[in-house]
């Protein structure tokens, strides 16, 4: 199972990311995916997930700034990020449960300029 992040990188405040998870070696539309991100010197946060039928879930601290969508033709989850913010700024990890363990990409990271 490989998981591969891309999309982030430096954006002024108050602007916008579209992150992309890509999953290979799972049978991807059967798996919830989520979105997770650590900040420096914090410890890591759950964001938001979608389930294989594509309802959503968010944290509640996320909730209308950021969402997420699936593309199961492209073994793809994407991450909608909104009115960046500095405090945004952070490494952005997917993680996806397989089988009885955890699987996450390398993380992308997110910079906002204020």
């Known amino acids: 199972v490989q998981l591969q992040a891309s999309g982030g990188g430096l954006v002024q405040s108050g602007g916008s990311l579209r992150l992309s998870c890509r999953a290979s070696?799972?049978?991807?539309?059967?798996?919830?995916v989520n979105w997770y991100r650590q900040a420096p010197g914090k410890e890591r946060e759950f964001i938001a997930n979608?389930?294989?039928?594509?309802?959503?879930n968010y944290a509640g601290s996320f909730k209308g700034q950021f969402t997420i969508s699936r593309d199961n033709t492209k073994n793809t989850v994407y991450l909608q990020l909104s009115g960046l913010k500095a405090e945004d700024t952070a490494v952005y990890y997917c993680?996806?449960?397989?089988?009885?363990?955890?699987?996450w990409g390398r993380g992308t990271l997110v910079t906002v300029s204020s």
């Open positions: 993680n996806v449960p397989y089988r009885g363990r955890d699987y």
């Open positions: 070696g799972i049978n991807f539309r059967i798996n919830t």
């Open positions: 979608i389930t294989s039928s594509g309802t959503p």
